[in-house]
Nanobody, 123 residues
Framework: QLQASGGGLVQAGGSLRLSCAASGRTASSYGMGWFHQAPGKEREFVAAITWSGYSTYYADSVKGRFTISRDNAKNTVYLQMNSLKPEDTAVYYC??????????????????WGKGTQVTVSS
């Protein structure tokens, strides 16, 4: 089970940190990803991290602004979002599955999904 939190309303240029708490004994063995979906748009890949945390991958639109990390002792994955833009406004979801396929088809191959958290960036 995955539970995302940390969303909210922030002005452009501001920061937010999302958290995704995972439950289950095997949670730390999964790759993890963050995705977002804006109104009227398809779900899109944002960032992914391997189970070890050693490798990360980002969508071009967030490179240099967002950082994904994980703390396996706490079974939690984070998404630090800096320099937020109005176009980052969306519902953000975390998912567990294969790191190597997270970026394809909007995460359709991920195994487990949490409920989303709303991020709204005002201009």
């Amino acid at each position: 089970q995955l539970q995302a939190s940390g969303g909210g309303l922030v002005q452009a240029g501001g920061s937010l940190r999302l958290s995704c708490a995972a439950s289950g004994r095997t949670a730390s063995s999964y790759g993890m990803g963050w995705f977002h979906q804006a109104p009227g748009k398809e779900r899109e890949f944002v960032a992914a991290i391997t189970w070890s945390g050693y490798s990360t991958y980002y969508a071009d639109s967030v490179k240099g602004r967002f950082t994904i990390s994980r703390d396996n002792a706490k079974n939690t994955v984070y998404l630090q979002m800096n320099s937020l833009k109005p176009e980052d406004t969306a519902v953000y979801y975390c998912a567990a599955g294969s790191y190597y396929s997270a970026s394809s088809r909007g995460g359709a191959n991920m195994d487990y999904w949490g409920k989303g958290t709303q991020v709204t960036v005002s201009s």
